[in-house]
Protein backbone atom coordinates (compact mmCIF):
# COMPACT_ATOMS: atom_id res chain seq x y z
CA UNK A 1 0.00 0.00 0.00
CA UNK A 2 2.78 2.57 0.63
CA UNK A 3 4.45 1.53 -1.75
CA UNK A 4 1.09 2.31 -4.42
CA UNK A 5 0.75 5.67 -2.35
CA UNK A 6 4.83 6.64 -3.63
CA UNK A 7 3.59 5.93 -6.90
CA UNK A 8 0.83 8.33 -6.84
CA UNK A 9 -2.53 6.39 -6.31
CA UNK A 10 -4.95 8.80 -3.87
CA UNK A 11 -7.15 5.95 -2.22
CA UNK A 12 -6.18 4.23 1.13
CA UNK A 13 -8.46 1.62 2.44
CA UNK A 14 -10.04 1.52 5.35
CA UNK A 15 -8.90 -2.59 5.96
CA UNK A 16 -5.39 -1.25 4.70
CA UNK A 17 -4.68 1.47 7.93
CA UNK A 18 -2.74 -0.05 10.58
CA UNK A 19 -5.43 1.20 13.06
CA UNK A 20 -9.29 2.11 13.66
CA UNK A 21 -9.08 5.75 12.18
CA UNK A 22 -10.72 8.12 14.28
CA UNK A 23 -10.06 11.58 13.20
CA UNK A 24 -13.16 12.76 11.78
CA UNK A 25 -14.07 13.33 8.37
CA UNK A 26 -12.19 15.69 6.42
CA UNK A 27 -9.72 16.04 8.96
CA UNK A 28 -6.12 16.40 7.44
CA UNK A 29 -3.66 13.13 8.56
CA UNK A 30 -0.05 12.33 7.89
CA UNK A 31 0.14 9.24 6.68
CA UNK A 32 3.14 6.82 7.70
CA UNK A 33 4.78 3.55 5.93
CA UNK A 34 5.31 0.76 8.33
CA UNK A 35 8.95 1.52 8.44
CA UNK A 36 8.11 4.96 9.90
CA UNK A 37 8.76 7.12 6.90
CA UNK A 38 6.44 10.15 5.85
CA UNK A 39 4.33 9.36 2.62
CA UNK A 40 1.90 12.24 2.59
CA UNK A 41 -0.64 13.90 3.74
CA UNK A 42 -4.59 12.86 3.06
CA UNK A 43 -7.88 13.34 4.41
CA UNK A 44 -10.23 11.18 6.53
CA UNK A 45 -13.81 9.98 5.50
CA UNK A 46 -15.27 8.22 8.07
CA UNK A 47 -18.55 7.23 5.95
CA UNK A 48 -16.81 5.45 3.25
CA UNK A 49 -14.74 2.37 2.25
CA UNK A 50 -11.59 4.87 1.33
CA UNK A 51 -11.02 6.22 4.90
CA UNK A 52 -7.76 8.49 3.87
CA UNK A 53 -7.64 10.15 0.18
CA UNK A 54 -4.07 11.43 -0.43
CA UNK A 55 -3.51 15.45 -1.16
CA UNK A 56 0.22 15.83 -0.89
CA UNK A 57 3.40 13.71 -0.66
CA UNK A 58 5.21 16.78 -0.12
CA UNK A 59 5.96 17.34 3.79
CA UNK A 60 6.38 20.98 3.03
CA UNK A 61 3.16 22.14 1.16
CA UNK A 62 -0.04 23.06 3.27
CA UNK A 63 -2.97 21.68 2.11
CA UNK A 64 -5.48 22.57 4.57
CA UNK A 65 -8.44 24.61 3.31
CA UNK A 66 -7.94 28.31 2.53
CA UNK A 67 -4.34 27.32 2.31
CA UNK A 68 -4.79 28.05 -1.79
CA UNK A 69 -2.94 24.82 -3.07
CA UNK A 70 -6.05 23.31 -4.36
CA UNK A 71 -7.09 26.49 -6.71
CA UNK A 72 -3.89 26.40 -7.88
CA UNK A 73 -4.67 22.93 -8.81
CA UNK A 74 -7.85 23.63 -10.39
CA UNK A 75 -6.52 26.76 -12.44
CA UNK A 76 -3.17 24.68 -13.64
CA UNK A 77 -5.98 21.73 -14.63
CA UNK A 78 -8.01 23.76 -16.54
CA UNK A 79 -4.72 25.79 -18.45
CA UNK A 80 -3.54 22.46 -19.54
CA UNK A 81 -6.74 21.29 -21.44
CA UNK A 82 -6.83 25.13 -22.86
CA UNK A 83 -3.36 23.94 -24.10
CA UNK A 84 -4.57 20.73 -25.40
CA UNK A 85 -7.70 21.82 -26.79
CA UNK A 86 -6.81 25.07 -27.95
CA UNK A 87 -9.75 26.98 -29.86
CA UNK A 88 -11.46 23.90 -30.76
CA UNK A 89 -12.43 22.99 -27.04
CA UNK A 90 -15.63 20.36 -26.25
CA UNK A 91 -18.54 22.59 -25.14
CA UNK A 92 -18.91 19.34 -23.19
CA UNK A 93 -15.84 18.90 -20.82
CA UNK A 94 -14.10 17.75 -17.84
CA UNK A 95 -11.86 20.56 -16.20
CA UNK A 96 -10.64 18.79 -13.54
CA UNK A 97 -10.40 14.87 -12.36
CA UNK A 98 -9.65 15.29 -8.58
CA UNK A 99 -8.60 11.93 -7.69
CA UNK A 100 -5.99 12.29 -10.62
CA UNK A 101 -5.52 15.98 -10.28
CA UNK A 102 -4.76 16.67 -6.35
CA UNK A 103 -8.02 17.03 -4.83
CA UNK A 104 -9.36 13.19 -4.72
CA UNK A 105 -13.17 12.76 -4.54
CA UNK A 106 -15.04 15.65 -6.77
CA UNK A 107 -14.86 16.22 -10.36
CA UNK A 108 -15.77 19.50 -12.51
CA UNK A 109 -17.74 19.30 -15.76
CA UNK A 110 -18.33 22.08 -17.95
CA UNK A 111 -21.49 21.94 -20.17
CA UNK A 112 -21.37 25.03 -22.42
CA UNK A 113 -21.39 28.35 -19.96
CA UNK A 114 -22.34 26.36 -17.08
CA UNK A 115 -20.16 23.80 -14.68
CA UNK A 116 -21.24 21.10 -12.48
CA UNK A 117 -19.22 20.05 -9.65
CA UNK A 118 -19.94 16.10 -7.69
CA UNK A 119 -18.90 15.43 -4.71
CA UNK A 120 -17.84 11.60 -4.06
CA UNK A 121 -16.66 11.87 -0.98
CA UNK A 122 -17.78 13.99 2.47
CA UNK A 123 -14.17 14.30 3.35
CA UNK A 124 -13.39 16.69 0.23
CA UNK A 125 -16.24 18.97 1.72
CA UNK A 126 -13.78 21.44 3.74
CA UNK A 127 -12.35 22.43 0.21
CA UNK A 128 -16.21 23.30 -1.32
CA UNK A 129 -15.49 26.91 -0.98
CA UNK A 130 -11.72 27.18 -2.08
CA UNK A 131 -12.60 25.10 -4.78
CA UNK A 132 -16.05 27.05 -6.16
CA UNK A 133 -14.44 30.12 -5.89
CA UNK A 134 -11.25 29.30 -7.91
CA UNK A 135 -13.86 27.95 -10.58
CA UNK A 136 -16.04 31.33 -10.34
CA UNK A 137 -12.33 33.42 -10.90
CA UNK A 138 -10.59 31.31 -14.12
CA UNK A 139 -13.49 30.46 -15.93
CA UNK A 140 -16.20 33.17 -15.39
CA UNK A 141 -19.03 30.35 -15.87
CA UNK A 142 -22.52 31.23 -16.20
CA UNK A 143 -23.57 28.89 -12.92
CA UNK A 144 -21.99 26.15 -11.02
CA UNK A 145 -24.41 23.77 -9.76
CA UNK A 146 -22.96 20.59 -7.22
CA UNK A 147 -24.28 17.18 -6.93
CA UNK A 148 -23.33 15.11 -3.89
CA UNK A 149 -23.16 11.52 -4.68
CA UNK A 150 -21.74 10.06 -0.96
CA UNK A 151 -21.11 6.12 -1.42
CA UNK A 152 -22.14 4.97 2.58
CA UNK A 153 -20.13 2.05 4.32
CA UNK A 154 -23.52 0.11 3.83
CA UNK A 155 -23.73 0.69 -0.25
CA UNK A 156 -24.95 2.77 -2.66
CA UNK A 157 -26.90 5.44 -1.60
CA UNK A 158 -29.95 7.49 -3.79
CA UNK A 159 -28.16 9.82 -6.27
CA UNK A 160 -28.96 13.39 -5.20
CA UNK A 161 -30.39 16.08 -8.07
CA UNK A 162 -28.01 19.02 -8.26
CA UNK A 163 -28.25 22.17 -6.84
CA UNK A 164 -27.11 25.49 -7.95
CA UNK A 165 -24.01 26.96 -5.59
CA UNK A 166 -23.63 29.99 -7.69
CA UNK A 167 -24.47 32.30 -10.35
CA UNK A 168 -27.64 32.07 -13.00
CA UNK A 169 -30.17 29.72 -12.40
CA UNK A 170 -29.63 26.96 -15.42
CA UNK A 171 -32.20 26.40 -18.17
CA UNK A 172 -34.00 22.83 -17.98
CA UNK A 173 -32.49 22.35 -21.52
CA UNK A 174 -28.46 23.36 -21.92
CA UNK A 175 -27.64 22.99 -25.87
CA UNK A 176 -24.11 21.59 -26.27
CA UNK A 177 -22.64 20.91 -30.00
CA UNK A 178 -20.14 17.91 -30.57
CA UNK A 179 -19.41 17.58 -34.43
CA UNK A 180 -22.88 19.16 -35.83
CA UNK A 181 -24.68 16.93 -33.09
CA UNK A 182 -26.88 18.96 -30.66
CA UNK A 183 -27.46 17.43 -27.20
CA UNK A 184 -29.49 18.56 -24.48
CA UNK A 185 -28.30 18.54 -21.00
CA UNK A 186 -29.76 18.70 -17.59
CA UNK A 187 -27.17 19.87 -15.07
CA UNK A 188 -29.79 18.78 -12.28
CA UNK A 189 -30.77 15.48 -13.25
CA UNK A 190 -29.94 13.36 -10.22
CA UNK A 191 -29.26 10.30 -12.85
CA UNK A 192 -27.21 11.81 -15.48
CA UNK A 193 -27.20 15.28 -17.79
CA UNK A 194 -28.12 13.20 -20.41
CA UNK A 195 -24.55 13.10 -21.94
CA UNK A 196 -21.75 11.43 -20.88
CA UNK A 197 -17.95 13.60 -22.33
CA UNK A 198 -15.56 10.81 -21.15
CA UNK A 199 -17.42 8.79 -24.40
CA UNK A 200 -16.64 11.31 -26.69
CA UNK A 201 -13.91 9.28 -28.72
CA UNK A 202 -16.47 6.48 -28.68
CA UNK A 203 -18.83 8.46 -30.73
CA UNK A 204 -16.43 9.61 -32.89
CA UNK A 205 -15.27 5.98 -33.97
CA UNK A 206 -19.39 4.84 -34.20
CA UNK A 207 -19.85 8.27 -36.58
CA UNK A 208 -16.30 7.32 -38.75
CA UNK A 209 -17.85 3.94 -39.90
CA UNK A 210 -22.17 4.77 -39.34
CA UNK A 211 -22.65 6.28 -43.08
CA UNK A 212 -24.82 3.22 -45.13
CA UNK A 213 -24.81 1.33 -42.34
CA UNK A 214 -28.00 -0.36 -40.19
CA UNK A 215 -27.43 0.38 -37.14
CA UNK A 216 -28.59 -0.52 -33.49
CA UNK A 217 -28.08 1.58 -30.33
CA UNK A 218 -28.16 -0.42 -27.60
CA UNK A 219 -29.51 0.78 -24.07
CA UNK A 220 -29.53 3.88 -26.40
CA UNK A 221 -30.55 6.52 -23.49
CA UNK A 222 -30.86 10.16 -24.58
CA UNK A 223 -29.39 9.16 -28.50
CA UNK A 224 -25.97 10.66 -28.41
CA UNK A 225 -24.98 7.81 -30.17
CA UNK A 226 -28.05 7.72 -32.39
CA UNK A 227 -27.68 11.25 -33.43
CA UNK A 228 -23.68 11.36 -33.88
CA UNK A 229 -24.57 7.98 -36.46
CA UNK A 230 -28.17 9.52 -38.12
CA UNK A 231 -25.81 12.68 -39.01
CA UNK A 232 -22.91 10.21 -40.67
CA UNK A 233 -24.94 8.97 -42.51
CA UNK A 234 -26.79 5.92 -41.61
CA UNK A 235 -29.27 4.60 -43.98
CA UNK A 236 -31.32 3.22 -40.58
CA UNK A 237 -31.30 3.77 -37.01
CA UNK A 238 -32.89 1.42 -34.07
CA UNK A 239 -32.85 3.18 -30.33
CA UNK A 240 -33.48 0.22 -27.58
CA UNK A 241 -33.96 1.79 -24.24
CA UNK A 242 -36.31 -0.03 -21.10
CA UNK A 243 -37.18 3.74 -20.47
CA UNK A 244 -39.94 5.24 -22.68
CA UNK A 245 -38.69 8.90 -21.18
CA UNK A 246 -35.17 8.93 -22.28
CA UNK A 247 -36.64 8.03 -25.74
CA UNK A 248 -38.55 11.73 -25.89
CA UNK A 249 -35.61 13.22 -24.73
CA UNK A 250 -33.76 11.57 -27.68
CA UNK A 251 -36.31 12.47 -30.13
CA UNK A 252 -35.85 16.44 -28.25
CA UNK A 253 -31.71 15.84 -29.66
CA UNK A 254 -32.88 14.44 -33.17
CA UNK A 255 -34.42 18.16 -33.52
CA UNK A 256 -32.22 19.92 -32.22
CA UNK A 257 -29.82 18.39 -34.59
CA UNK A 258 -31.92 18.90 -37.53
CA UNK A 259 -32.71 15.06 -38.23
CA UNK A 260 -36.04 13.90 -38.19
CA UNK A 261 -37.47 11.78 -35.14
CA UNK A 262 -39.72 9.85 -37.65
CA UNK A 263 -37.03 8.24 -39.04
CA UNK A 264 -35.14 6.99 -35.96
CA UNK A 265 -37.25 3.60 -34.56
CA UNK A 266 -37.56 3.46 -31.25
CA UNK A 267 -38.00 0.28 -28.93
CA UNK A 268 -38.98 0.48 -25.13
CA UNK A 269 -37.85 -2.71 -23.52
CA UNK A 270 -35.23 -4.81 -22.52
CA UNK A 271 -32.13 -5.19 -25.44
CA UNK A 272 -31.74 -8.82 -24.55
CA UNK A 273 -35.17 -10.22 -25.81
CA UNK A 274 -35.20 -6.89 -28.05
CA UNK A 275 -32.56 -8.61 -30.32
CA UNK A 276 -33.72 -12.08 -29.58
CA UNK A 277 -36.94 -11.00 -31.17
CA UNK A 278 -35.15 -9.14 -34.05
CA UNK A 279 -33.23 -12.74 -34.61
CA UNK A 280 -36.25 -14.52 -34.51
CA UNK A 281 -37.51 -12.55 -37.29
CA UNK A 282 -34.30 -12.18 -39.61
CA UNK A 283 -33.94 -8.30 -38.77
CA UNK A 284 -30.13 -7.60 -39.09
CA UNK A 285 -27.95 -5.06 -38.75
CA UNK A 286 -24.27 -3.86 -39.76
CA UNK A 287 -23.13 -2.05 -36.56
CA UNK A 288 -24.57 -2.32 -33.52
CA UNK A 289 -23.43 -0.28 -30.31
CA UNK A 290 -23.69 -2.16 -26.86
CA UNK A 291 -22.90 0.49 -23.86
CA UNK A 292 -24.43 -0.80 -21.37
CA UNK A 293 -24.78 0.83 -17.30
CA UNK A 294 -22.90 -0.94 -14.80
CA UNK A 295 -26.06 -2.22 -13.69
CA UNK A 296 -29.67 -1.02 -13.88
CA UNK A 297 -33.01 -1.74 -12.95
CA UNK A 298 -35.75 -2.56 -15.87
CA UNK A 299 -39.30 -2.47 -15.25
CA UNK A 300 -39.30 -5.85 -14.16
CA UNK A 301 -36.35 -7.56 -12.68
CA UNK A 302 -36.50 -9.75 -15.16
CA UNK A 303 -35.29 -6.77 -17.27
CA UNK A 304 -32.56 -5.61 -14.90
CA UNK A 305 -28.85 -5.59 -15.68
CA UNK A 306 -25.92 -6.45 -14.33
CA UNK A 307 -22.60 -5.68 -16.72
CA UNK A 308 -20.94 -8.97 -14.80
CA UNK A 309 -23.66 -11.13 -15.05
CA UNK A 310 -25.42 -10.67 -18.50
CA UNK A 311 -22.66 -9.35 -20.37
CA UNK A 312 -21.70 -11.97 -22.50
CA UNK A 313 -24.96 -12.98 -22.96
CA UNK A 314 -25.75 -9.33 -24.80
CA UNK A 315 -23.01 -9.42 -26.79
CA UNK A 316 -24.06 -12.97 -27.96
CA UNK A 317 -27.48 -11.92 -28.76
CA UNK A 318 -25.80 -8.46 -30.66
CA UNK A 319 -23.39 -10.80 -33.00
CA UNK A 320 -26.39 -12.89 -33.81
CA UNK A 321 -28.27 -9.91 -35.14
CA UNK A 322 -25.36 -8.64 -36.99
CA UNK A 323 -24.43 -9.44 -40.65
CA UNK A 324 -20.91 -10.59 -41.40
CA UNK A 325 -18.68 -7.65 -42.43
CA UNK A 326 -20.78 -5.94 -39.57
CA UNK A 327 -19.47 -4.03 -36.47
CA UNK A 328 -20.18 -4.45 -32.57
CA UNK A 329 -19.02 -0.86 -30.75
CA UNK A 330 -18.41 -2.65 -27.50
CA UNK A 331 -18.24 -0.23 -23.74
CA UNK A 332 -18.51 -0.53 -20.25
CA UNK A 333 -17.03 1.79 -17.62
CA UNK A 334 -16.85 -0.62 -14.92
CA UNK A 335 -13.99 -0.22 -13.33
CA UNK A 336 -14.09 -4.26 -12.01
CA UNK A 337 -14.52 -5.25 -15.53
CA UNK A 338 -10.77 -4.80 -17.07
CA UNK A 339 -9.55 -4.53 -20.60
CA UNK A 340 -8.74 -8.34 -20.32
CA UNK A 341 -11.96 -9.04 -19.09
CA UNK A 342 -13.96 -7.49 -22.39
CA UNK A 343 -12.12 -9.29 -24.41
CA UNK A 344 -12.41 -12.96 -22.52
CA UNK A 345 -16.35 -11.45 -22.83
CA UNK A 346 -16.47 -10.95 -26.50
CA UNK A 347 -14.55 -14.19 -26.85
CA UNK A 348 -16.96 -16.30 -24.90
CA UNK A 349 -19.94 -14.64 -26.77
CA UNK A 350 -18.38 -15.14 -29.98
CA UNK A 351 -18.66 -18.97 -28.94
CA UNK A 352 -21.88 -18.59 -27.69
CA UNK A 353 -23.02 -17.56 -30.94
CA UNK A 354 -20.73 -19.50 -33.41
CA UNK A 355 -19.92 -16.06 -35.18
CA UNK A 356 -16.00 -15.11 -35.50
CA UNK A 357 -14.79 -11.90 -34.48
CA UNK A 358 -11.83 -9.70 -34.36
CA UNK A 359 -11.12 -6.37 -32.32
CA UNK A 360 -9.89 -4.11 -34.65
CA UNK A 361 -9.95 -0.78 -32.81
CA UNK A 362 -9.37 0.54 -29.07
CA UNK A 363 -10.70 3.90 -27.73
CA UNK A 364 -10.08 5.16 -24.50
CA UNK A 365 -10.67 8.17 -22.28
CA UNK A 366 -10.66 11.46 -24.33
CA UNK A 367 -7.56 13.17 -22.71
CA UNK A 368 -9.62 16.10 -20.59
CA UNK A 369 -10.16 13.20 -18.40
CA UNK A 370 -6.38 13.06 -17.37
CA UNK A 371 -5.22 10.18 -15.51
CA UNK A 372 -2.74 9.55 -13.24
CA UNK A 373 -0.08 6.66 -14.03
CA UNK A 374 -0.20 5.40 -10.56
CA UNK A 375 -4.07 5.34 -10.51
CA UNK A 376 -5.24 2.52 -13.00
CA UNK A 377 -8.89 2.45 -11.48
CA UNK A 378 -8.80 6.12 -13.36
CA UNK A 379 -8.43 4.07 -16.33
CA UNK A 380 -11.90 3.15 -16.15
CA UNK A 381 -13.68 3.03 -19.92
CA UNK A 382 -12.81 0.20 -21.96
CA UNK A 383 -14.21 0.51 -25.64
CA UNK A 384 -13.14 -1.36 -28.62
CA UNK A 385 -14.66 -2.00 -32.50
CA UNK A 386 -14.93 -5.91 -33.41
CA UNK A 387 -15.76 -6.75 -36.94
CA UNK A 388 -17.63 -10.17 -37.07
CA UNK A 389 -16.16 -12.20 -40.19
Not at 80 to 85: N, T
Not at 122 to 127: C, H, K
Not at 265 to 277: R, S
Not at 310 to 321: E, G, K, N, P
Request: with cysteine; charged share 25%; aromatic share 6%.
Amino acid sequence: VARRVELGHPWIFREAVGRPVTEPTGAVVEVIAGNREFLGRGFVDQDHPVAIRMLSRSPAEAVHPGAGTIARRFNDAVQARWMLFGAEKPQALRLFTGDSEGLPGVTVDKFADFVLVQWLSAGVLPWRDELLDAIENTLRPRGIYEQRRLRPLGGQAAPEAAVRARGEEAPLEIVVEEAGAKIAVDVTAPLGVGMFPDLRLGRDAVAARARGRRVANLFSYTGAFSVRAALAGASEVVAVDTAARVHARARRNYELSGLDPAKMEQVTGDAQKTLEKFADRGRRFDLVICDPPTFSHGNSPSESFSVTRDMVQVIAASLRVLDPGGILALSTNSVKMTPADLDRALAEAGAVANATVRIVERVGLPPDHMVAPGFPEGNYLKFVMALRL
